[in-house]
C-alpha cells in the first residue's frame, strides 16, 4: 500500500559556487552585469599551454586557443574540513571545492541569525562534472597492465618490462580511499 506522508517543508537558504573572475555567487552576478571577461591566458600552474596549443583548429591532441576562465586559488585548512592533511594529495581538487562552497553555503545561511542553525536539519545539494583533476591519474595507474603487455610483446625482459612501468606509474598518484 503506497502511504502518503506529508512533505517536511524545505527553505532554500543559501547558495554557493566558485566561479572565474570574482569568484563566488554573487561575483558571477556582477561580472555578468558589468560584462567583465572574466577569460585569460592558462596559468602555468595548470598546464603549458605551448605544449597543447596550435592556431590550426584540426591538429589532434591540441587546442587553438591559449585562454581559458580559470577559478581563482583560495585556501582550504583541511583539519578545519574534518580531514586529515595526509590525504589531501589523493584527494580531487574537485572534492576539495565542494566542501569550500558547502562551508561558505553553511556560513551564508547562518549570516544574520541571533544563534547558529541545527545542522543536523540541513543538506547541501552538491553539482559536480565529470572529468576531474584525478581522473587522469587513476586513468593512467589503471593502464599499468596494458603498458606491461605492450612492452613484454615489444620484447622487453620482465625486470625492465617492470622497471619502466613503475616509472611510468610515479608521475602519477596513489590510490587511497580519499581518491575516490
Do not use: K
Not at 562552497?101 to 559536480?128: C, D, H, K, Q, S
Amino acid at each position: 500500500m503506497n502511504e502518503m506522508r506529508e512533505a517536511a517543508p524545505i527553505a532554500v537558504v543559501g547558495l554557493g559556487a566558485l566561479f572565474p573572475g570574482r569568484g563566488t555567487t554573487q561575483g558571477f552576478w556582477r561580472d555578468l552585469v558589468e560584462a567583465v571577461d572574466t577569460t585569460g591566458p592558462v596559468p602555468e600552474t595548470h598546464w603549458l599551454a605551448r605544449d597543447y596549443y596550435d592556431p590550426d583548429p584540426s591538429r589532434p591532441d591540441h587546442t587553438y586557443s591559449h585562454r581559458g576562465a580559470f577559478i581563482p586559488a583560495f585556501a582550504f585548512d583541511p583539519v578545519e574540513n574534518g580531514l586529515p592533511p595526509r590525504v589531501i594529495e589523493t584527494t580531487d581538487t574537485v572534492q576539495l571545492m565542494a566542501l569550500h562552497v558547502a562551508r561558505a553555503v553553511l556560513a551564508e545561511a547562518e549570516a544574520g541569525l541571533a544563534a547558529p542553525i541545527a545542522r543536523e536539519r540541513i543538506g547541501v545539494v552538491l553539482g559536480v562534472a565529470a572529468g576531474t583533476e584525478l581522473m587522469q591519474d587513476m586513468s593512467c595507474r589503471l593502464s599499468r597492465p596494458m603498458l606491461l603487455n605492450a612492452l613484454r610483446a615489444d620484447g622487453l625482459d620482465e625486470p625492465r618490462a617492470l622497471r619502466i612501468a613503475d616509472r611510468f606509474s610515479a608521475h602519477f598518484s596513489e590510490w587511497r580511499e580519499s581518491t575516490f
